[in-house]
């Protein structure tokens, strides 16, 4: 193997690890970089210890353990050994330990020394997996402060060098030129009038006739392949079919890497696990059905779904060179040569898309102060970290402060995302550790126990389950289960039934029926799911859902435990609230009280409550009018007119701003359960209160409430008018004023509404010696004619005003 292109480079790698601490290797494909690195560096001065060599997938760790075993023609376990959560091989002769990213932040979270650990490889970076990115951010910060001589090593095909190189202090990038083989692409066109897994069959099915290599074809998922695994079976009875994803046993696996022994043709069927570490003995043929499937967390549904995207650029690039890692090859891709630009240069890292609970619990382990200060390509996004921080409270891991409790550490010393960490220390301490321990596994090993929602009846049938994964899967639930039985005591007799655990772990997720057919469902956190109404759990009344796929809109029950209503009320008692429910019923105007029992979002019960609290009531009457205004709050005339009048000399105190500030103050003291029964009095008596003598001076002489004429007469002055504040009173009555009426400082006039003694219009001036001596000859025209009774002076000016007739006007003596 000394003809592998990292060989060439590796003297340059070792020299940059004997001169510094750390480097960044880039090797293509194939280069051999991760089979061949880890062991060169054993014989180094510096390496005393053991080396960790990180992969992100459990299949590639294993092949790569057992690939370096082979060359040093030994067997798993020796020199190299492999540790992941289903599988290790590894013995006290080991000293390269190949191992999954989950794992390795697992170990330096419990030893952040890496006491005994000489270096540690990043392999496949660019992958920019959650696990991996804090395992090098942890890494960084213990080799700064306890361990400068632990040397760090990041490697992959296609990373941003001069990234890495800057966040390891400026380290030396070491670049491997790697072994060309001719690599041809036939673009075959996407067909959206077919299914992916037909469209797929026909491929594949063109590339087993057009070419001659063994052929690996890239699906989303696990459905996708079984359903073009069936198709093929028809189609090629006698070929050799095998497919490769986390779910295949061991066996599987190495059966899909490596070359058939009796020298078939196979064809792979494979998920993103094939795009990166692992070679496939004898491929020279890809079938890339451009998709990639992700898990995503949705932050306003609280769940992990997975997405099917088209796949990067860079991840199709990382799939056409499986072909050419071995010689010549051929990639046939699904889509056209057209549309590739188009597709997103990479993918996103998990950094920016995944739920940031476990990230945030390891570094509150870790005790970092300020996660933005760590050593990051990209930081943590502040709002993912916020609801990250919510949900670890809720699960009492962290306290108000953000800092990690006793509870939140025994959390993190199981090797498991903090909700089914938390489920699990609950099972130990009411004597259902292993019941706890298998569910939180069943979680998440897609495929134990089959397919369905119920994930009640797949525990069972993993529990009936002989194949090897299924004990396998049952001896690492049983490592758990012990493991928190020694963080915890048991505190409680009663066992709970299953349902109870995963509602324990997902208290947000613990769901109501509210459709008859069971399609629609209510969660304790407000969202809204949807079930298949075909499935045994639509018949339950509740449901402890632990996963869910699709939109937060209408996000797919796909994982559940049904519960009855006394299990509810026994077991989830203290998650169960009792309170007062207060209800604006806007057509009465008032506010209704409901005794409530509540589990989140979801009402138990609810029913009148006849003696609320009057402070509640009172604060929710004071939210309400400021949401609404002041036109929620019955006013007399009088009460509008002050305002009016407040309005138009600009008053703050009684301005509708300072009285939705101040509600508490003016009004919150006369509010009961009606706003209809208001005491209007009491109202207006509270808003004059806002002003003190001088201010109430001050409003008169601004704006006065009323205008008094020169025969007496009061009448209230309109500041609604659109014309201005405006009075309407009887000419008469301005007889002997030569001066027009005008109020407020700086002095206005107002406009006058001059009507006849039957309440007509007359005229309407700003301007009433002007209108004496214009148009008023013109109404006294009118005048004497509809009203003879009256008098109509030429020169009302002169005049002594009243409202009198003429005879009872001249019947008393009259003084001007």
Not at 579 to 593: G, I, K, N, P, Q
Request: contains cysteine.
């Amino acid at each position: 193997m000394t003809d592998l292109p990292i060989h060439t480079v590796l003297p340059d790698l070792l020299a940059a690890l004997r001169g510094g601490t750390s480097a960044v290797l880039i090797a293509p494909p194939g280069a051999g970089k991760t089979t061949s690195v880890a062991t060169a560096l054993l014989d180094q001065p510096w390496c005393s210890g053991s080396v960790f060599l990180l992969s992100p997938r459990r299949v590639a760790a294993r092949a790569a353990a057992e690939r370096m075993a082979e060359l040093l023609g030994e067997a798993p376990g020796e020199t190299v050994g492999y540790l992941t959560r289903l599988d290790s091989k590894r013995s006290a002769r080991t000293r390269v330990l190949v191992m999954t990213e989950a794992i390795f932040v697992s170990t330096i979270l419990n030893d952040p020394e890496l006491s005994g650990v000489s270096a540690v490889l990043f392999d496949e970076a660019h992958e920019r997996h959650l696990d991996s990115d804090l395992g090098l951010a942890l890494a960084i910060e213990s080799q700064q402060l306890l361990r400068p001589e632990l040397r760090l090593v990041v490697m992959s095909a296609t990373i941003d060098g001069a990234r890495f190189a800057g966040l390891l202090g400026d380290a030396p990038v070491v670049e491997s030129e790697g072994k060309v083989h001719p690599l041809t692409i036939r673009w075959l066109g996407a067909r959206p009038d077919l299914r992916i897994e037909e469209a797929m069959t026909s491929a594949i099915l063109t590339a087993w006739r057009e070419e001659t290599g063994d052929i690996l074809a890239f699906l989303p998922g696990v459905g996708e392949i079984e359903r073009v695994r069936e198709r093929l079976a028809d189609k090629l009875p006698a070929a050799l079919v095998l497919p490769l994803h986390g779910q295949c046993e061991p066996a599987a696996q190495r059966a899909a890497i490596r070359r058939d022994p009796q020298g078939r043709r196979r064809i792979v069927l494979a998920t993103a696990i094939a795009e990166t570490s692992l070679t496939l003995d004898g491929v020279s043929v890809v079938v890339d059905a451009g998709l990639s499937r992700r898990a995503e967390y949705d932050k306003a549904a609280g769940v992990t779904r997975l997405v099917t995207h088209r796949a990067s650029q860079a991840a199709a690039a990382q799939r056409a060179g499986r072909a050419a890692r071995q010689g010549p090859g051929v990639a046939y891709r699904l889509w056209e040569e057209a549309a590739h630009p188009g597709r997103a240069p990479f993918d996103p890292p998990e950094m920016l898309t995944s739920d940031l609970a476990p990230l945030l619990l390891g570094l509150a382990q870790w005790s970092a102060g300020d996660p933005a200060a760590m050593a990051w390509i990209d930081p943590p996004p502040a709002a993912a970290l916020a609801a990250a921080r919510g949900v670890l409270q809720s699960l009492g891991a962290l306290d108000a402060a953000g800092r990690i409790t006793p509870h939140g550490r025994k959390m993190a010393a199981l090797p498991m995302a903090p909700r089914e960490a938390h489920m699990l220390l609950y099972a130990a301490q009411h004597g259902a550790a292993v019941e706890g321990a298998r569910l939180a596994l069943l979680l998440q090993e897609r495929g134990l126990g089959g397919r369905g929602e119920d994930l009640a009846a797949r525990l069972d049938r993993w529990n009936a389950d002989r194949s090897a994964r299924a004990e396998a899967s049952r001896q690492l639930a049983e490592r758990w289960a012990r493991q928190a039985k020694g963080l915890v005591e048991r505190t409680s007799a009663d066992v709970p039934p299953p349902g109870i655990l995963l509602a324990e772990g997902f208290p947000d997720n613990i769901a109501r029926r509210r459709s008859p057919s069971g399609e629609e469902w209510l969660t304790a956190g407000g969202r809204g799911l949807r079930l298949d109404p075909a499935s045994p759990l639509a018949r339950a009344e509740w449901l402890a859902v632990g996963d869910a796929q699709g939109a937060a809109t209408g996000a797919r029950i796909t994982g559940a435990i049904a519960l009855d209503e006394a299990e509810v009320t026994r077991w989830l008692a203290h998650r169960i609230e009792r309170r007062t429910a207060l209800r604006w019923v806007a057509d009465d105007r008032r506010v209704e009280a409901l005794l409530e029992a509540r589990l989140g979002a979801v009402t138990l019960t609810r029913g009148p409550d006849p003696a609320p609290d009057a402070q509640a009531i009172r604060a929710f009457l004071v939210d309400r009018i400021r949401a609404d205004g002041l036109g929620l709050v019955p006013l007399s005339r009088a009460s509008e007119n002050l305002l009016r009048r407040a309005r138009f000399a600009g008053v703050a105190a009684l301005g509708e701003e300072a009285l939705l500030a101040e509600l508490d103050d003016w009004l919150g003291p006369l509010l009961t359960r009606r706003l209809d029964q208001l005491d209007s009095g009491k109202v207006h008596e509270a808003l004059r209160a806002r002003l003190d003598y001088a201010g109430q001076q001050a409003l008169e002489k601004l704006a006065p409430a009323q205008f008094t004429s020169a025969a007496g007469t009061t009448h209230a002055i309109d500041y609604d008018d659109p014309g201005g504040p405006s009075v309407e009173l009887r000419v008469q009555a301005l007889f002997g004023l030569d001066r027009h009426p005008t109020f407020g400082q700086p002095p206005q006039p107002l406009l006058l509404k001059l009507t006849d003694p039957g309440g007509k219009p007359v005229q309407t001036t700003r301007d009433l010696p002007a209108f004496w001596r214009g148009s008023w000859r013109d109404v006294v025209k009118d005048m004497k004619g509809r009203y003879p009774k009256h008098r109509w002076p030429d020169a009302p000016w002169d005049e002594v005003a009243s409202l009198k007739t003429k005879n009872a006007f001249l019947a008393r003596p009259q003084s001007r």
